[in-house]
């Protein structure tokens, strides 16, 4: 018989109950993980649109899903995923089948008047009309309130930007729809793929309390329902065991705010988390200095660029903006601050774009020479160029900012920081602007997803009087309604050589990464993208 | 004494208004709401049906005024992030705060008395050095600092405690224990200053030489007559209960109202910063009141200068 003394059996114990553990608890034979990321979702809602952001990417597609997929564990091309085929009727009409026998998280089947409730005014819309591309948008506005079923002013207006000219969503059978435009746009399967064109039940947002009831727990067809949200604490994801593409691996899926980087990155040493998201590359060693740990990640489809007022006195001659631009070094910028993990893109555009992407542009080339020639011929006297900067809004921000400042000095360029505290502080028309930071991010395979929605008529930087080019203009234009592939290919190129070249706008810095530590036991593929992907299959 | 009171009352109430016009004016003046909270990539006509629902498109007095007509409904208002009632948003995370900050409160007083007391008695020995430097390095080493080391020891090497977050008792142990050193060490400090002047005193050499037990002197004459400066911390402490915890609550990820003050401020959401001001600034007021009350009661001499 093993004789166990008292002291010993009461320390084996304690031992065993404090001994580090990096295993996934199990319930039922699945896991139940907890991931700790720096921010759940930036407004605290879990609806796609108003949950306009990156973090909202990561966790949206885990209970959300749209007609067409993403191949997030490939190369995001468009996959099936609620709609099994579609097929262009026209220029302004896609028609998709929807896949039978998916069920919502309250035991409804997916039908095309899920669909249609979706893209409709009660739901989306709003009283906006499809005014085209180049219109302004106008929302009626009411007053928010908790307890009524009425959109926020921002649903109707985030909506019709995806969709400037949807005139309906109509339902062709109970398993056939059509997405109608008011103009021809080749784009539609790519908005049909977009953060914002999820679909929900139509039972399930018509019986919530409020729109915010539903917007806290949407009820959709992805591979978890969500079980809980404390806003800025955790999310509670739990399986939706009748998911229509199998039995999700995971149980349990709890996304916890912790806003300290590392913090992060001790609770998953600790083993209090399993995954740690939203790393920096000065990170890594730490975690890796754990050999039970990885950091698991790489590039995604968004851009770190630097804009210009072009209005700013010292910016106004081109020739000083493209001087900035040959200036940076940005593949030191990725050696040194990114440690190699990023890469310098190819201007502000994605591989994914396929036929439209140009893969002979490139970014300005490191030229201090070329820069100095060009603030001669410009006259540029060190007059004093504002930077606009925000505390690291943006992964290495402030690091990036401080060097490229020293390397425009290098070339008799006088940028000066400017700290500031949020986005309306940096987009303030009062005082000179000069130059400020921003990402570029394309929401489908198309670059009407990015330069319009920024350098255009509608475009954020036109609209606060930071830009504007009728060129670009037009060629936004050309863009959003011509279906003649070479002409649309044509007008991106004159584009990007205008809003990077002739005329800058801006400047590529360097493609964003995401990053996340995890124990190497763990069979999870990272996506190139913010969403992280837990479907099955992607589990061991 | 009911005029001292009315004073006081008249001076809290202006003490309030002041907050709340400053944190109004500079929150809004500072920058725009719509464009902080829908984000840089806002459409346009998102920004300006935002503005027009919150009212933000009107003039600043007439938004002040809307906004005290609320306040003296008792209306805290909604939440310009999701609509959430901002009452019910803030009332939620006091309890959350408070389960960290009145242990924290409780064990600073008692162990900062305590080891102030034991430091004064002690005095010049090397007791009082080994107390004093750790008082001294209890309110140096800021709170975040001794947060991230005391995660480094109990979470990471020896996992004996969660490293941040909610879940449990434990969970609040670390947070607790970095508050409670700092401020007990801080009380610690303040005491043994009271206490050696009060050691000094004559009546204390009175006390002893009448032939009190040593300990009677110390419990019922010196630390009475030594407590005005330390209740005056504690009175700071009490009103700083809801929001001392800023920097402690976002080491730890610890949920409460310093984490909200924090995304609220960051994410200009006026109404719920406004609230949790309002809250802040009055438990400030009330607390420095009773501190007042009290010092009447320790030292009836007091009652006499404010008659």
Redesign the interface.
């Known amino acids: 018989m093993l004789l166990l003394p008292r002291r010993r059996f009461l320390g084996l114990t304690a031992g065993a109950l404090?001994?580090?553990s990096l295993s996934f608890a199990q319930a039922a034979g699945r896991p139940e993980i907890t991931i700790a990321v720096q921010k759940l979702a930036?407004?605290?809602?879990l609806d796609p649109l108003s949950e306009?952001?990156n973090v909202g990417t990561r966790i949206m597609n885990s209970y959300l899903e749209c007609l067409i997929g993403q191949d997030l564990r490939g190369d995001l091309s468009p996959i099936p995923r609620l709609a099994t085929a579609w097929t262009r009727i026209d220029d302004k009409t896609v028609e998709l089948d929807l896949r039978r026998g998916v069920k919502f998280h309250n035991g409804d089947e997916l039908t095309a008047e899920d669909v249609v409730f979706t893209f409709s005014p009660d739901r989306m819309m709003g009283d906006t009309t499809p005014e085209g591309w180049d219109k302004?948008?106008?929302?009626v506005?009411?007053?928010?309130?908790?307890r009524t079923k009425e959109l926020?002013?921002?649903v109707?207006?985030?909506a019709?930007?995806l969709w400037p000219s949807l005139v309906k969503v109509e339902a062709v059978g109970d398993y056939k729809v059509r997405f109608i435009n008011a103009t021809p746009d080749v784009t539609m399967e790519g908005r049909i793929m977009a953060l914002g064109s999820q679909i929900i039940s139509r039972r399930a947002f018509e019986e919530a309390p409020?729109?915010?009831d539903f917007?806290?727990a949407p009820v959709g067809t992805g591979p978890y329902k969500v079980e809980k949200l404390?806003?800025?604490?955790e999310l509670v994801l739990v399986s939706h065991d009748d998911y229509w593409g199998g039995l999700p691996p995971l149980k349990r899926i709890r996304f916890?705010?912790?806003?300290?980087a590392?913090?992060r990155v001790?609770?998953v040493?600790?083993?209090?988390y399993d995954m740690a998201c939203d790393l920096t590359p000065d990170q890594f060693a730490q975690v890796e200095s754990d050999t039970r740990l990885e950091v698991v990640g790489g590039i995604i489809n968004n851009i770190r660029v630097t804009c210009f007022d072009k209005h700013d006195t010292a910016l106004v001659d081109p020739r000083v903006r493209q001087a900035m631009l040959h200036a940076i070094d940005r593949q030191m910028i990725v050696d040194q601050l990114w440690m190699g993990k990023t890469v310098v893109p190819k201007g502000d555009q994605f591989k994914w774009y396929g036929d439209m992407y140009l893969s002979d542009w490139a970014a300005p080339e490191y030229d201090p020479a070329k820069s100095r020639q060009l603030l001669k011929e410009a006259g540029y006297k060190g007059d004093a160029i504002p930077y606009r900067l925000l505390n690291d809004y943006y992964t290495l921000q402030v690091n990036n900012a401080q060097v490229m400042v020293e390397m425009w000095k290098q070339v008799g360029l006088n940028v000066e920081i400017e700290m500031k505290?949020?986005?309306?502080?940096?987009?303030?028309p009062n005082g000179t602007r000069g130059v400020h930071d921003?990402s570029s991010g394309g929401s489908f395979p198309d670059p009407v997803a990015t330069q319009p929605?920024?350098w255009g008529p509608?475009g954020?930087a036109v609209?606060?009087g930071e830009y504007g080019n009728d060129e670009v203009n037009t060629l936004c234009g050309v863009l959003q309604t011509s279906t003649d592939k070479a002409a649309r290919r044509k007008a991106f190129q004159r584009m990007l050589v205008i809003l990077e070249r002739e005329d800058p706008a801006y400047g590529v810095i360097n493609q964003n990464a995401t990053f996340t530590a995890k124990s190497k036991s763990m069979g999870w593929q990272v996506s190139p993208s913010f969403a992280m992907d837990f479907r099955p299959g992607n589990w061991s | 004494m009911t005029r001292f009171l009315i004073r006081r009352l008249l001076r809290a109430v202006l003490t309030i208004l002041i907050v709340v016009v400053a944190a109004f004016v500079a929150l809004r003046t500072?920058?725009?709401?719509?464009?902080?909270?829908?984000?840089?990539?806002?459409?346009?006509?998102?920004l300006?049906?935002?503005r027009?629902?919150?009212g933000l498109d009107q003039p600043l007095v007439i938004q002040f005024a809307s906004y005290a007509w609320q306040i003296l409904h008792g209306e805290f208002g909604?939440?310009m992030?999701?609509?959430?009632?901002v009452l019910q948003k803030v009332t939620a995370r006091v309890g959350v705060t408070l389960e960290i900050m009145v242990p924290a409160l409780i064990l600073g007083v008692v162990f900062g008395v305590a080891l102030g007391t034991l430091a004064a008695l002690n005095r010049g020995r090397w007791l009082d050095r080994l107390m004093m430097f750790g008082a001294v390095a209890g309110f140096s080493v800021p709170g975040f600092v001794l947060g991230?080391v005391l995660?480094?020891i109990f979470?990471?090497n020896?996992?004996?405690l969660?490293?941040?977050?909610?879940d449990s008792w434990t969970s609040a142990l670390l947070p607790v224990f970095t508050l409670a050193v700092g401020w007990a060490a801080i009380l610690a400090r303040f005491t043994r200053s009271a206490m050696i002047e009060v050691l000094d005193q004559p009546y204390i050499r009175t006390g002893s030489a009448k032939g009190l037990l040593w300990h009677e002197v110390v419990l019922r004459h010196a630390l009475p007559n030594a407590s005005i400066p330390v209740v005056t911390m504690v009175g700071f402490m009490v009103g700083g209960l809801l929001a001392g915890a800023v920097v402690t609550e976002?080491?730890?990820?610890w949920?409460g109202l310093g984490?909200?003050i924090?995304?609220s401020v960051?994410?200009?959401d006026v109404s719920v910063v406004q609230c949790v001001l309002v809250l802040v600034a009055t438990t400030m007021v009330v607390s420095n009141m009773l501190v007042d009350l009290l010092y009447t009661w320790l030292d009836p001499r007091m009652k006499e200068a404010q008659a």
Do not use: C, Y
């Open positions: 404090a001994a580090p930036t407004s605290n809602t306009q952001s302004t948008i106008s929302v506005e009411r007053t928010v309130t908790a926020p002013p921002q109707p207006a985030v019709r930007r409020s729109w915010l917007a806290r404390d806003p800025d604490t916890v705010q912790v806003p300290e590392a913090q001790n609770g040493r600790a083993g209090q505290e949020n986005w309306s502080q940096v987009w303030d921003w929605n920024q509608q954020q609209q606060t | 500072t920058s725009d709401p719509a464009m902080v909270i829908l984000g840089p990539d806002a459409p346009p006509d998102a300006a049906a935002f027009k629902a919150w909604k939440s992030l999701d609509g959430a009632d991230l995660v480094l979470a990471v020896l996992h004996w969660p490293s941040g977050g909610n976002s080491v730890f990820s949920p984490q909200l924090v995304t960051t994410s200009r």
